[in-house]
């Protein structure tokens, strides 16, 4: 597609339940990021995947979330047991290999319930 | 290891005020430099980038020159304006680390009339 495209845009959810989140990169991009960002606040880096390989999982904040990236393309970003302090806004980027630019989608809104 | 510190915010300016928002790195290798920005409701894009030392990116009237003697990149422009409200992010994307990209937590810019 022409940019990275991230689904659902808004999710709503009950504390308990699992999500998955959907990253569709840039066609040719492999390098893929997913970063949380809660409300006025900055970038929290949470995974990135370097082709299907995730060299850098240090941002995952505990062990209800996981990330897989097939195909060197889609990712899903899954959050089981959500809890309240999971609302934010996760953000999917993608770029070419070498010190190109990323490429940001619109994000996916998770709101906790 | 790599990171981005950038100047905490909120900013608040006049119209037609000097900006300068600062950015210092810390790299593994010869990393590129982005400034990244993020408008209210909208998504992160691309401001302006330097991929060596002592080039200069621009873009709307912005600029930051990469300074590797000082490892800095702050970004500047002469006369803001109320548009240029938005949250400013600077980022570095070290080839060293496969090309990861680092961001810095994101300063806050208001423009007053």
Redesign the interface.
Known sequence: GAGVSQSPSNKVTEKGKDVELRCDPISGHTALYWYRQRLGQGLEFLIYFQGNSAPDKSGLPSDRFSAERTGESVSTLTIQRTQQEDSAVYLCASSRQGNTEAFFGQGTRLTVV | GNSVTQMEGPVTLSEEAFLTINCTYTATGY??L?W?VQYPG?????LL?A?KADDKGSNKGFEATYRKETTSFHLEKGSVQVSDSA?Y?C?L?D?V??????????TSLTVIP
Do not use: C, R
């Open positions: 990393p590129s982005f990244y909208e998504g992160l894009q691309l980038k991929t949250v992010f980022a994307s080839p680390t496969g090309n990861q990209f680092y961001f810095g937590t994101g």
